[in-house]
Antibody, heavy 120, light 109 residues
């Protein structure tokens, strides 16, 4: 079965760029949308955006100016970059397979999440 | 920006029916999805396309949607159903931007 694993630095300095990668195993990354979601400690889920394997993206309007997503089909990976981070970007970051657009199946596979702290 | 509104908390005794609502202006045109998140774990999809249950989700979980409100129903709630529940949908902008509700803490005791 498909599994997702987030990876990247757990500590990022303020004003720098947060970079995370999600590796897809047990299946192909192709022909799906892939989303990033985050959750500050003790708070709710926030959808960050999604990318299709063609590179087409949709972003949360509140983060759009700072977010860049990319996909590397040869490595079965997709990535998130969030620039100019502040303490408010401290959260657990999840990646998920997003079948909401094609087929209305929802975000049906999630990674375990990775904690990113923004601090000097 | 588009918002989905959920009650912060719902409490039931074991065996009772728990209902969690989610309201949003685009729900008449957009599907609702429900995610269960237990403490320290990643969310799990329990309902998709308003009312469908993924494989492996117990039959006591059901969903419905009418007008601007979607509802997650847990019939005969069990102690292990205690969790945070989030509704999710997309806006009507044409870009399918996703949005989560604020989450509902379900207590079963």
């Amino acid at each position: 079965q498909v599994q997702l694993q987030e990876s990247g630095p757990g500590l990022v300095k303020p004003s720098e760029t947060l970079s995370l990668t999600c590796t897809v195993s047990g299946g192909s990354i192709s022909s799906y949308y892939w989303s990033w979601i985050r959750q500050p400690a003790g708070k709710g889920l926030e959808w960050i955006g999604r990318i299709y394997t063609s590179g087409s993206t949709n972003y949360n309007p509140s983060l759009k100016s700072r977010v860049t997503m990319s996909v590397d089909t040869s490595k079965n990976q997709f990535s998130l970059k969030l620039s100019s981070v502040t303490a408010a970007d401290t959260a657990v970051y999840y990646c998920a397979r997003d079948r909401t657009i094609f087929g209305n199946y929802g975000m049906d596979v999630w990674g375990q999440g990775t904690t990113v702290t923004v601090s000097s | 920006s588009y918002e989905l509104t959920q009650p912060p908390s719902v409490s039931v005794s074991p065996g009772q029916t728990a209902r969690i609502t989610c309201s949003g202006d685009a729900l008449p045109k957009k599907y609702a999805y429900w995610y269960q998140q237990k403490s320290g774990q990643a969310p799990v999809l329990v309902i998709y396309e308003d009312s469908k249950r993924p494989s492996g989700i117990p039959e006591r979980f059901s969903g419905s949607s009418s007008g601007t409100m979607a509802t997650l129903t847990i019939s005969g709630a069990q102690v292990e159903d205690e969790a945070d529940y989030y509704c999710y949908s997309t806006d009507s902008s044409g870009n399918h931007r996703g949005v989560f509700g604020g989450g509902t803490k379900l207590t079963v005791l």
